[in-house]
Nanobody
Framework: EVKLVESGGGVVQAGGSLKLSCAAS??????????MSWFRQAPGKERERVAA???????TITRSVEDRFTVSRDNAKNTLYLQMNSLKPEDTAMYYC?????????????????????WGQGTQVTVSS
């Protein structure tokens, strides 16, 4: 059974930091073969792309957070990370990770493709003003 388990969310004041983790298990392929991505969705809003990392460490960060967020992965630990600094109330959302064997190119960079992708249950990030 494939599992993606996000952790590290919580409540933080504006200007604070959080580091999210996404631990993968049960994948069909080696973890390094998967394009890993972070998405977020705030109440009443559409899901938004945030960041991605391929198995070689190449990364994508969406422009709205590129000066504050950093994505990384540890293939030996089957884990994807999202370091979030200088958090703002507008960063409040449920953050999801996804793993896909293919990639898809968007205007802000590559993210894991929808075909064959696995999703986690999400971790809530709440930034208070």
């Amino acid at each position: 059974e494939v599992k993606l388990v996000e952790s590290g969310g919580g409540v933080v004041q504006a200007g604070g930091s959080l580091k999210l983790s996404c631990a993968a298990s049960g994948l069909d392929l080696w973890f390094s073969n998967y394009y890993m991505s972070w998405f977020r969705q705030a109440p009443g809003k559409e899901r938004e792309r945030v960041a991605a990392a391929d198995g070689a460490g190449k990364t994508t960060i969406t422009r709205s957070v590129e000066d504050r967020f950093t994505v990384s992965r540890d293939n030996a630990k089957n884990t994807l990370y999202l370091q979030m600094n200088s958090l703002k109330p507008e960063d409040t959302a449920m953050y999801y990770c996804a793993a896909g064997p293919t990639w898809q190119l968007y205007p802000d960079g590559f993210y894991c493709g929808a075909n064959g992708a696995y999703w986690g249950q999400g971790t809530q990030v709440t930034v208070s003003s």
